[in-house]
C-alpha cells in the first residue's frame, strides 16, 4: 500500500481576537426538491486576504455571528466546513464555499433559531462576514490522493467536505475508484443531488449510493442507514475494502462512526479498525459512550463527527 502522505498546512491565519471580513457572493438551496431541512451553499470572496492559497478542502471556517448573547457576551464561533476543492470554487482559489443547515429546534416547548446558522442562512451576496481559520490538519485527502480509492460515508451537512474532494479528485483525471455514500431521512433531503447523480452517471469510476432512511424498509423490517450500505451494496463495497490502497472518511452526526466498524468488524475488514481490547462475544451490545474504549480507527480511516 502506498504511504499515506497528508499535506501540511497552515492553522488559524486569522484568529477569533483577529479575525478576517469576506464578502458573501451567493447562497442558494442546496437540496434538489422543497424540504422541511433549509441547507444552502454559501460562498465566500477572500480575495486580499491571507487565506486565498491557503485553504484546503477538509478544513473549516470559523464564523463570528455579530451581537451578544442573552448574557452580553459575544456569540460563540462556529465552524463549518468548507465544500470547495482546494482550487477554489468553480476553479477560482478567492472563492470558498461552505454548506450550512438553518438550525431550528424545539427545546422545553420554546423555538431555538441556531445563531451562526440563521446568520449564514439570511446573508446575500454584497454581505459581510467575520471569519476565522483555516482549522483542521488531518481530515485532509494525501497529497498522493490518486494512488488511493475512497468510501465516504456522509450524513447531512457531513457532505460538504466531499462535495469538494470528489470534484478536486476527478479534476485531475483520477483513475480509481471512489463511492460515496450518503445519509438523509427523506429523498426532499438530498444535497447536491444532480452534481452527484451527473457524476455517477459520467464517470465510470464514482458511484453515488444514496441512503434514504424513513421513506421505506429493508427485507428484515429495519431502517436504510449508511452502515447498512455495507450489506446493502456488497456487491460494490466489499470488493473496495478488500483493496490495500482504500481508505474510509466519514463526516456527519456523531455515533454513525459506531455502526460503520460494526459492520466492518462483522465483516471480516478488521484492517480499517484499531482493536484495543478484548471484545465482548456481541460489540453491538458495547455502549455508544464507551465503544472507542475497545475499538478505533485505524490509520486508513478518516472521521470527522458532531
Do not use: W
Request: aromatic residues 10%.
Amino acid at each position: 500500500m502506498s504511504e499515506i502522505k497528508l499535506p501540511e498546512v497552515e492553522l488559524n491565519i486569522y484568529s477569533k481576537k483577529e479575525p478576517v471580513e469576506v464578502t458573501v457572493v451567493e447562497n442558494y438551496v442546496a437540496t434538489k426538491d422543497s424540504s422541511p431541512n433549509i441547507v444552502r451553499h454559501i460562498t465566500f470572496d477572500i480575495s486580499g486576504t491571507d487565506l486565498v492559497d491557503k485553504i484546503r478542502v477538509g478544513q473549516s471556517l470559523g464564523v463570528l455571528p455579530p451581537g451578544t448573547d442573552k448574557n452580553g457576551r459575544p456569540h460563540k464561533l462556529r465552524l463549518y466546513s468548507v465544500s470547495s476543492p482546494s482550487s477554489g470554487e468553480k476553479g477560482k482559489k478567492y472563492l470558498i464555499s461552505t454548506t450550512v443547515k438553518r438550525t431550528v429546534e424545539e427545546l422545553k416547548e420554546k423555538i431555538y433559531l441556531g445563531v451562526a446558522s440563521n446568520y449564514l442562512a439570511d446573508l446575500k451576496p454584497g454581505d459581510k462576514v467575520k471569519v476565522t481559520g483555516p482549522s483542521g490538519r488531518r481530515f485532509l485527502l494525501p497529497e498522493n490522493a490518486k494512488d488511493f480509492n475512497y468510501i465516504f460515508f456522509a450524513t447531512g451537512t457531513g457532505i460538504a467536505p466531499f462535495r469538494g474532494m470528489i470534484h478536486e479528485l476527478f479534476e485531475q483525471d483520477y483513475e480509481n475508484e471512489c463511492v460515496l455514500v450518503f445519509g438523509c431521512p427523506y429523498r426532499t433531503d438530498l444535497l447536491y443531488a444532480d452534481y452527484f447523480e451527473e457524476m455517477d452517471e459520467n464517470k465510470l469510476k464514482f458511484h453515488y449510493v444514496p441512503c434514504i432512511s424513513r421513506e421505506s424498509r429493508r427485507k428484515d423490517g429495519s431502517k436504510y442507514y449508511v452502515q447498512t450500505m455495507l450489506e446493502e451494496r456488497s456487491e460494490l463495497l466489499s470488493p473496495l475494502l478488500a483493496k490495500e490502497n482504500t481508505l474510509i472518511y466519514i463526516c456527519g452526526m456523531k455515533g454513525m462512526e459506531t455502526g460503520i466498524y460494526l459492520q466492518l468488524l462483522k465483516k471480516g475488514f478488521t484492517e480499517y479498525l484499531e482493536i484495543k481490547k478484548e471484545l465482548p462475544e456481541n460489540p453491538a451490545d458495547i455502549p455508544n459512550d464507551k465503544f472507542k474504549r475497545f475499538i478505533k480507527p485505524s490509520m486508513r480511516v478518516f472521521e470527522e463527527v458532531y
